[in-house]
């Protein structure tokens, strides 16, 4: 594993509809590995490469799940609305830098346990509840964070025994196994649009945007999955594990998978000795959909999906196996798909 790169992935800003930084930060790694490199007037990162009469589509989504300041008070303290999904205990406590023209450091808050009512002390901090304090007197918090300044949350990405944590793997692990196979993938014989995709945490955005523009035959997208293989969790309610490989997309609540296509990646991932694990998860939704029937593309789709734990927080935790492996399967699969006989 390039550590040092994903942890540069991880660390670059993109909440959703700015992710700027980060699709600059790619375009640079890729060039020289791609025919051609474009950004549609959503934002996406366009990277295409080969040639053949199988299109296919590869998308990773560059947002993170981000806040983003709506006031601030008399006493300087920010008050945020949530850009994706959160759940507010992984907020509380802990650190944020605030984009404002030279970003802030920050630290979220709440009211302590030591001032609750008895009633309000099983209860977890609702989103509302929660401020930013950046530490400076209010009239100068006012003339920095103006209203819709974004806020990333702010956790390096470190090594953890044979697994890597931090936040946003959701989708940096993605971004990284796609700008490798980008790398690794020669020869192609298949016409390739490897996508950057923006939105994904706010509705699939960017992905319905490049899908319809593309219209491609075959959507593999990249993206984490559950890796609930931790106490309290009874085995039948485990998606997959962590370090037993890839994961390969069945469904989600959003999208039932072409049977097909899961053989043929299935298969492929057999015959070169890469190790995988099925993912069936009853909820959620991912870019996948966006190539299938969002648009109206009715592309044959499946997903190669990094198991991590502790998702959307800001220690979301990943096997550095899994990840290695999900590259591994991309670039052979994009070697071989001009033999996946299209349905249809």
Request: hydrophobic share 40%; charged share 25%; aromatic share 6%.
């Amino acid at each position: 594993m390039n550590f040092n790169l994903l942890k540069e992935i991880v660390a670059t800003p993109a909440a959703p509809g700015f992710e700027h930084q980060l699709r600059d930060l790619v375009k640079d790694h890729l060039k020289g590995y791609a025919d051609s490199i474009e950004t549609d007037s959503i934002g996406n990162l366009i990277v295409r490469k080969g040639k053949g009469d199988t299109k296919v589509m590869a998308a990773a989504h560059l947002d993170e799940i981000s806040l983003i300041a709506t006031y601030v008070d008399d006493n300087g303290f920010i008050r945020f609305h949530t850009l994706g999904g959160f759940d507010p205990r992984t907020l509380y406590t802990q650190r944020v830098s605030v984009q404002a023209s030279t970003p802030l450091p920050g630290v979220i808050g709440c009211k302590p346990a030591h001032l609750l009512k008895e009633e309000e002390k099983s209860k977890a901090p609702k989103i509302e509840e929660l401020f930013i304090d950046v530490g400076l007197p209010a009239d100068e918090v006012k003339e920095l964070v103006k209203p819709g300044t974004l806020i990333i949350r702010d956790r390096e990405l470190i090594e953890m025994g044979d697994n890597v944590t931090g936040k946003s793997l959701d989708n940096r692990a993605s971004v990284y196994i796609l700008v490798e196979a980008i790398k690794k993938a020669k020869d192609l014989n298949i016409d390739f649009y490897g996508v950057f995709t923006v939105q994904e945490e706010v509705g699939l955005r960017g992905a319905r945007v490049a899908a319809s523009s593309i219209k491609p035959d075959v959507g593999i997208n990249l993206d984490i999955t559950l890796a609930n293989d931790f106490p309290g969790v009874e085995p039948q309610q485990r998606i997959t594990d962590l370090g037993k490989g890839t994961a390969i997309k069945v469904m989600d609540g959003s999208v039932i998978c072409t049977g097909s296509l899961v053989e043929f990646m299935e298969k492929t991932a057999k015959d070169n000795d890469i190790s995988f694990q099925r993912e069936v998860l009853t909820a959620g939704g991912t870019d996948t959909s966006a190539m299938q029937y969002l648009t109206g593309v009715g592309a044959r789709v499946s997903c190669i999906s990094t198991p991590t734990r502790y998702v959307h927080s800001t220690v979301e935790t990943a096997s550095k196996k899994d990840i290695d492996s999900g590259i591994d399967l991309l670039t052979i699969l994009l070697k071989e798909l001009h033999h996946y006989r299209l349905e249809g």
